[in-house]
């Protein structure tokens, strides 16, 4: 799979045609860097250690099996599933890691703010995640979402679980959103119920580290 197709068609998507290449203005008051672009999908598609019981072997982004009618709880988990918010974006890239457990799926997005647009989003995201109860979309998919402490990830970090039914089967979603100097981290961890919460933290320290260790890639 090439990421950097993926990772140009999720900005061209997000930001606009003035993104051709991966370059350009993003729209939103900052412009877009191609070697921080190359860095994030560095990052994701070559020597990433992962947590045992997953494939580090990446495929396409994670996308959201339902849709959700609450608009907080649709605009969260549309960042988990790497459209992360596009004000002030400088990079991003997203990919997939199939997990070792029954329908079990991690979903990583990686994306690079000016200023303080991480900790701005961070913050919104965390909003979205207190104001986010429950999803009900009928077909038998009812979740219900409970916020959970996060420490020692990255600079800051929120998170929530999702547990019910979707589609009439158990069904369990792990969210996690983590702040690292400019850069957003966004992981979701689904399966069929349970989803390990400490996997899902180790996935994301995992991530970050290999970020560190990758900052002087280009």
């Excluded at 038998?140 to 420490?151: A, E, I, M, Q």
Aim: hydrophobic share 40%.
């Amino acid at each position: 799979m090439k990421l950097r197709i993926i990772a140009c068609a999720l900005l061209t998507t997000g930001l606009g045609a003035g993104l051709a290449g991966c370059g350009g203005d993003s729209g939103t008051g900052a412009r877009i860097d191609t070697r921080t672009q190359a860095r994030l999908q560095e990052i994701l598609s070559r020597n990433l250690r992962l947590p045992d019981g997953f494939t580090a072997r990446p495929q396409e982004p994670w996308r959201v099996p339902f849709t959700a009618r609450d608009k907080r709880c649709k605009a969260l988990l549309a960042v988990a599933g790497g459209k992360v918010p596009k004000e002030a974006l400088t990079a991003q890239a997203a990919v997939s890691y199939p997990g070792h457990g029954v329908g079990e799926t991690a979903g990583v997005a990686l994306a690079t703010y000016a200023g303080a647009g991480a900790e701005t989003h961070l913050d919104d995201l965390g909003a979205d995640l207190a104001a986010c109860q429950k999803v009900a979309v009928g077909g038998g998919t009812r979740l219900k979402l409970r916020t959970t402490p996060v420490k020692e990830v990255g600079d800051e970090a929120v998170g929530g679980r999702l547990r019910g039914r979707l589609n009439g089967f158990p069904y369990a979603l792990n969210v996690l959103f983590v702040r690292d100097g400019d850069t957003l981290l966004s992981l979701v961890h689904t399966g069929v119920s349970p989803v390990d919460l400490k996997r899902t933290e180790q996935l994301a320290r995992s991530v970050l580290s290999r970020a560190q260790e990758g900052q002087g890639l280009t």
